[in-house]
């Protein structure tokens, strides 16, 4: 069955860096696009960042352009985020999840497969 297990979370203190890593398995990675979301307490989730099939087209939130980063090694079923310059309103949780569509979308309805999302605490 599909897998996807987010990795790399943690308490992080403000402007400081992290890297979460979203692992796949039991599909063929690079038919999918694949994207990050979060989910502040008390908020719906959000789009942060979605990459195409190849790597080829990224699209990022507004609030974390310039500061994120999304990345892919189809060679080794993985996909990436690095966040720098965090802020405290970055804390969420995070999830990585997959668009057939193989674009990226910017829509949660478009993703099919998600993770158990992984915590991302900024303080202040």
């Known amino acids: 069955q599909v897998q996807l297990v987010e990795s790399g979370g943690g308490l992080v203190q403000a402007g400081g860096s992290l890297r979460l890593s979203c692992a796949a398995s039991g599909l063929t990675f690079s038919n999918y696009a694949m994207g990050w979301f979060r989910q502040a307490p008390g908020k719906e989730r959000e789009f942060v960042t979605a990459i195409s099939w190849s790597g080829g087209r990224t699209g990022y939130a507004d609030s974390v352009k310039g500061r994120f980063t999304i990345s892919r090694n189809n060679a080794k079923n993985t996909l990436y985020l690095q966040m720098n310059s965090l802020k405290p309103e970055d804390t969420a949780v995070y999830y990585c999840?997959?668009?057939?569509?193989?674009?990226?979308?910017?829509?949660?309805?478009?993703?099919?497969?998600w993770g158990q999302g992984i915590q991302v605490t900024v303080s202040s």
């Open positions: 999840a997959t668009d057939p569509s193989r674009l990226g979308s910017h829509y949660q309805a478009s993703y099919t497969y």
